[in-house]
């Protein structure tokens, strides 16, 4: 156990050594990826255009895992080889296929990014969280609490402001009884965040039947505006793809940004990471350990729930539904991992994860298994990238770990 | 809850240090702490906070309570009788049914547990037992009664072993967290059966292709009921088969070498490790058996009662979650899982059924359960602010934080 993170209990032995290299998977993902385009040209000639783009986006998932962890150049060939094997597999069946103009156009970029926000807001919640020291399972639950809470506040307020307002502060508060827990109680961040799950489960579907009686959903919600960018007119390709994006959608590239700064060019960003690394070392040099970790536990209940509110009440147009995040907090969690606890890693694992799940909703039109092969993607390949090849670089060394002033 | 009897034969190796120990062992060593008191104390103080959100939101939390313990039969005890028109007889053998898939899923997570493992995957393997138990159950139609349900049952319990057992090799091998892997696996195995249930999936049913559901199970394969019809969703002989799994999960932990092993290594690998005991090979059995026990629960569930399945009860299904509650209301011992089994049995089924709505209705209290059991959790994790309460209202400890402290980090 040498300062290996909560994630990575590994055992070291020659095969798992061998397979966490990051260039064992940068070459599968390599390979897959000139697959991915050969799988819709003849011999193979695959009929239907799911198995290119499902090996293509695999292909994408192992450069991305292997450019944040440490063999850059050989990572971002491997997700443009993947990105350029869908595209010619699209361009190889198109011809046949009528359906496929309906469902890969450049509205897809578009449905991606929306479906991704949630995941980046989340992943990015988790990973001020994990850096600072303190696991957060709870990710879902926070998340669940700034859906509901919301679109009330959006209702009642009269103003899709007071619903961010609300929502971001109904996290905060779950956050801060995980922190309370995980921090002063010291007990089981895990098993806590668990709890807090369950918690906003029972407290949002309560609170729902209690306020709007169960199926009465609100109708004329204020909803978080769309941002259109004048001079993209919807039509043109970059109009279609960005030219209408939710303002929430946007907040989330400027987070991303704005966390990269923080966590890793700043001092704030030091201290962080110190606790997550070595809280008595950071408590030496006078910082408060406690006081970091509360701040970051209570700041990723915000960044989540914001997340869950672009869920409701941007993305969901002002409507809720009982355990409206559907496992989107445990995506998240899996995004920051496959990020590497990096910003931008981060970002990009959720995009792809993004791009997953908006490819599953309008396949399911045509075809509802293929759809559910890209609705499970994404667990898929966390269970696989977390189980065969882990990465060389770990998570913060203290993850995990409560920790005890002297 | 005397399940403590079951704590003390453990094996007599160091303490466990920060570094060594896992989530569920840190955990291990605390719920030596507090005897019975933490467990009562936990579900009292979450009834308590559960009751304030009701009186919080204008019901009458000691109405809703008693409607809820009526609700789930347990009115029964003043009044016992054998007679299901009776409808407090007819509530406990409901409540006596959900009793019967709690104490599999918090076995699942208890056996677990003790091996220093946090199984999350119940839900999950109890799923995979569900969907092969449907399969077996509808496949080999025709087939004598008692083989037919011994190839279901065995086959479920295998399934949800195996898939249990993925979590189990990866950790073993590579060393990927329990916890991921298992989430993971929740939610792939929710997938999966959107896909067998959905359009054209390989078991939807083959009568009407609309509807997202899957076949009944044959005649056959249906588990005898020994309290109620079995048209009326009666009390299947699954009963007894759940309260025989607690006692072969007593007496494997304490009776059985594999037990011994599974013990030491949940209570320190390293230290186990230098005992000549194979941790790797206690991590991917221990997880198995977990796994055995939810997927015998998703058998017992689908040839007791529930025959068929569909698209709609899979977001809906949640008791392999209350597994985790019981297990750590229980402490990971039979009695305690037994007991606390009983209670989330009770209050999962006297939430959803015969409330009177002007008191609080089913879907409030329905949500009240979960509310329940997240504080319950959340408290059995933290039992030194618990203990802290008892020595604060009983003067006997004055210092109860400082000694639950060193206990947590010991």
């Known amino acids: 156990m040498s300062g290996a993170g909560i994630w990575t209990e590994r055992f070291d032995n020659p095969a798992s050594r061998r397979l966490r290299d990051p260039a064992t998977t940068g070459y599968v993902a390599l390979g897959l990826g000139v697959f991915s385009a050969f799988l819709a040209i003849p011999p193979i000639e695959a009929r239907s255009i799911v198995w290119s783009i499902l090996v293509g986006l695999v292909a994408a998932f192992f450069g991305l895992w292997t450019a944040v962890r440490g063999r850059r150049r050989l990572g971002i060939g491997a997700i443009v080889l993947g990105l350029v094997g869908i595209g010619l597999g699209v361009l190889a069946t198109r011809s046949s296929t009528g359906n496929l103009e309906a469902v890969f156009n450049s509205s897809l970029i578009a449905q991606m990014f929306a479906s991704a926000t949630p995941l980046v807001f989340g992943a990015i919640a988790g990973m001020f969280s994990e850096r600072s020291g303190v696991v957060n399972i709870g990710l879902e639950g926070m998340m669940l609490m700034g859906a509901f809470w919301g679109v009330y506040g959006a209702d009642v307020g009269g103003s899709w402001v007071v619903g961010l307002l609300l929502g971001a502060a109904m996290g905060g508060v779950l956050a801060l009884v995980l922190a309370y827990f995980a921090i002063h109680l010291r007990a089981d961040q895990i098993v806590g965040g668990t709890a807090i799950n369950f918690l906003a489960l029972g407290i949002t579907g309560y609170f729902f039947f209690q306020l709007y009686h169960g199926n009465y959903v609100p109708t004329g919600v204020s909803t978080i505006p769309n941002v259109k960018i004048p001079g993209l007119s919807s039509g043109s390709f970059l109009g279609d793809a960005i030219g209408d994006l939710n303002l929430m959608i946007w907040a989330g590239f400027v987070l991303v940004i704005v966390s990269y700064i923080v966590v890793f060019k700043t001092p704030i960003g030091l201290r962080i990471r110190a606790c997550g690394e070595h809280p008595r070392a950071a408590d030496t040099v006078g910082i ?34 009982d355990n409206m995040t559907a496992g989107r907090g445990f995506i998240a969690l899996a995004a920051m991992i496959f990020g590497n606890w990096r910003p931008f890693g981060a970002f990009g694992a959720a995009l792809l994860f993004g791009l997953s799940s908006a490819i599953a909703l309008r396949l399911q039109v045509y075809s509802a298994s293929a759809s559910t092969l890209f609705n499970v993607l994404p667990y898929v390949l966390t269970l696989i990238a977390v189980g065969g090849v882990i990465g060389r670089t770990v998570p913060p060394a203290a993850d995990g770990k409560p920790y005890q002033k002297q | 809850m005397s399940g403590s009897d079951e704590e003390r034969p ?32 936990t579900a009292l103080i979450a009834f308590l906070i559960g009751g304030l959100v009701v009186l919080a939101t204008g019901h009458n939390p000691l109405l809703a309570y008693r409607d809820i313990f009526n609700g789930a039969g347990l009115n029964w005890i003043f009044h016992p009788t054998t007679d299901i028109a009776n409808t407090a007889a007819y509530n406990l053998s409901q409540t006596l049914l959900q009793t019967t898939t709690l104490i599999l899923c918090g076995l699942a997570v208890a056996f677990a547990f003790r091996c220093g493992m946090f199984n999350i995957g119940g839900q999950g393997q109890y799923f ?76 939807q049913n083959a ?3 609309t509807v997202p559901i899957s076949n ?11 309290w109620g019809q079995q048209e009326l969703q009666g009390l299947h002989i699954g009963f007894f088969v759940a309260i025989a799994a607690l006692v072969v999960f007593s007496l494997i932990l304490n009776r059985t070498t594999l037990g011994y092993e599974v013990r030491a290594v949940g209570f320190n690998p390293d ?50 979650f209350l597994g985790i509650a019981v297990a750590l209301l229980g402490r990971n011992t039979a009695v305690g899982v037994g007991l606390a089994s009983l ?68």
């Open chain 2, 216 to 226: 009944d199970v044959a005649d056959s394969a249906k588990l005898p009921v020994f």
């Open chain 2, 10 to 41: 453990t094996p007599p190796l160091a303490q466990p240090d920060e570094e060594a120990a896992s989530a569920a062992g840190r955990l291990a060593v605390k719920h030596r702490a507090g005897g019975l008191i933490v467990p009562v104390l």
């Open chain 1, 288 to 321: 408060n350990v406690y006081a970091v970790r509360y701040g970051c536990v209570i700041l990723s209940g915000i960044l989540v729930a914001l997340g869950g509110v672009y869920l409701s009440d941007g993305f969901g147009g002002g409507a809720f539904n």
């Open chain 2, 271 to 320: 230290a186990a490790a230098y005992g000549g005991i194979s941790v790797r090979k206690n991590l991917v059995r221990a997880m198995a058996i977990s796994g055995a026990f939810a997927g015998l629960a998703g058998a017992l569930d689908m040839l007791g009662y529930l025959y068929h399945f569909g698209q709609s009860d899979i977001p809906v299904s949640s008791v392999g």
């Open chain 2, 128 to 203: 995979i037992g569900l969907y092969v138990a449907n399969w077996l159950g509808w496949s080999f139609s025709g087939m004598a009664p008692l083989p037919h349900i011994l190839i279901a049952v065995v086959g479920a319990t295998l399934a949800g072993a195996a898939w249990a057992g993925i979590a189990g090799v990866m950790k073993a091998t590579v060393g990927a967290h329990e916890v991921i892997s298992t989430i993971m696996l929740n939610w792939i195995a929710i997938w999966v059966g959107e896909w067998l249930f959905g359009d054209g999936g390989p078991l």
């Open chain 2, 343 to 410: 209670l989330f049995g009770a209050l999962l089924f006297g939430t959803t059924h015969g409330l009177n709505s002007n008191v609080i209705a089913p879907d409030l209290a329905g949500n009240l359960t979960y509310i329940i059991q997240g504080l319950v959790v959340l408290f059995v994790g933290a039992d030194v602010l618990i203990l802290s309460v008892w020595g604060w209202r009983k003067r006997i400890r004055p210092k109860a934080k400082p000694a639950g402290t060193a206990e947590a980090a010991a």
């Open chain 2, 207 to 209: 009568a009407n292709k």
